[in-house]
């Protein structure tokens, strides 16, 4: 039934992984034992010292509107960060706090995509990027990619696709679903692309920290002029304070700033003063020891799943997910992933929800569960295999 309702709202896709998120839950409600492999959120609770933060907040009564653009402590704290963390110079107004990553890509959407506008964005690739383009009466043109450019957008990919209504390019490094990384070499070529065809690059780098065996850049240390999203959700381990940032030059922060006061009023106040502990040397060492188990985890399931033959030609660099290649059990995923819920209790997610570069042939394993749990998972899965 159409009540009025916009066009812009019946074509906003559902975000497939919480209709599974939902039935996964119902299942465990009803006593099953289900390993949680769906979700983008780390397992581990908020670290200490942040809720001792937050604690204090609390008692001091820090419960009413803040700016709009955060407080001033956390800018000026997330400024330094970019100093200790990549060696980059950056000023606190150059820094704005936001209701997660994705007021952040709200807001830089609202900046950057006119309507009728594009951006291209990697296919596979975050599924609400093209959502938040949508509801802009803007458009995300789809890139496909693969292992030949490490799941990324190149520059000759960029130059290949661009069009007289493009507006810019977003990358996400590291991404998600396939944890490719981009070197900081080709962000330099990226934006340099990106530049000189009078577009704008936005780089999400929610999942910075979570890179094993290496350090990513920031592409701030190539490109000053590029919008850079982060979060407090993935590394920091903060998803449910729905807390994160967005940096870019100071004019564009201000215009920012000001359809965040429209928008938002202001960013959770607790989550804020929380998340200055965040950045305390022992407060980043649990995120580094957590760091740690992610990458041995992430050893255990690629392992365990290229011997069951699912395809990972790559080693996912970061995040938390590996997107494999399950064609050699199913030509529908979507179906595949319902059943391996139902009948054996493995919840993960369909490729249906990053984009039409042959979803129905890959699945999404978050290995944001123990080790064990990884191992369970991997023993039912290899019985479901050997039943046929
Ligand atoms: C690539 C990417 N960007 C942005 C977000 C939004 O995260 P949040 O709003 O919790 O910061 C996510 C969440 O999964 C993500 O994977």
Redesign the pocket.
């Known amino acids: 039934m159409n009540r009025g309702w916009t066009e812009r709202a019946r074509e906003i896709d559902s975000f497939k992984v919480m209709d599974l998120l939902k039935r996964a839950a119902e299942l465990d409600a009803a006593g099953h034992d289900v390993v949680h492999m769906e979700a983008?959120?780390p397992d581990f609770p908020t670290a200490e010292p942040i809720l001792a933060a937050a604690q204090k907040a609390l008692a001091a009564g820090q419960t009413r509107y803040t700016p709009a653009g955060g407080i001033p402590q956390l800018r000026e704290a997330i400024a330094a960060f970019y100093q200790q963390r990549y060696g980059v110079s950056i000023t606190p107004q150059q820094v704005l706090v936001?209701?997660?990553?994705?007021?952040?890509?709200l807001l830089a959407f609202a900046l950057l995509a006119a309507p009728g506008s594009r951006f291209l964005l990697a296919d596979p690739?975050?599924p609400?990027?093209r959502q938040f383009l949508r509801l802009l009466e803007a458009r995300g043109q789809l890139v496909p990619v693969g292992p030949e450019t490490n799941y990324q957008l190149t520059p000759e990919l960029i130059e290949q696709h661009w069009q007289a209504d493009t507006a810019g390019v977003l990358l996400?490094s590291p991404?998600?679903?396939t944890g490719s990384v981009v070197p900081v070499g080709q962000l330099a070529d990226i934006a340099a692309t990106v530049d000189r065809l009078g577009g704008a690059l936005i780089v999400?780098e929610?999942?910075h920290g979570l890179t094993y065996g290496f350090d990513a850049e920031t592409v701030l240390s190539v490109a000053p002029n590029a919008v850079v999203?982060?979060?407090?959700?993935?590394y920091f381990g903060m998803?449910g304070w729905?807390?994160?940032w967005l940096v870019a030059e100071e004019a564009a922060v201000a215009e920012m700033e000001k359809m965040a006061q429209n928008l938002f009023i202001s960013p959770a106040t607790l989550s804020q003063y929380a998340a200055l502990a965040a950045f305390e040397p022992q407060t980043l060492q649990i995120f580094e020891q957590r760091r740690a188990a992610f990458a041995e985890r992430r050893d255990r399931l690629v392992s365990g799943l290229r011997e069951l033959g699912f395809g990972i030609p790559l080693m996912p660099e970061g995040?938390f997910y590996v997107y494999a290649d399950a064609s050699h059990l199913t030509d529908d995923s979507y179906a595949y992933c319902w059943s391996l819920l139902e009948e054996d209790h493995v919840a993960v997610t369909p490729g249906a929800d990053f984009g039409c570069n042959h979803p129905e042939r890959y699945i999404r394993f978050s290995y944001t569960t123990g080790l064990d749990r990884i191992e369970l998972a991997l023993a039912r899965l290899k019985q479901r295999i050997s039943r046929g």
Not at 229 to 234: E, G, P
């Open positions: 983008g959120e936001t209701a997660g990553a994705s007021g952040a890509l690739g975050y609400c990027n996400a991404s998600n679903p999400d929610i999942y999203l982060n979060s407090f959700s993935k998803t729905r807390l994160g995040a």
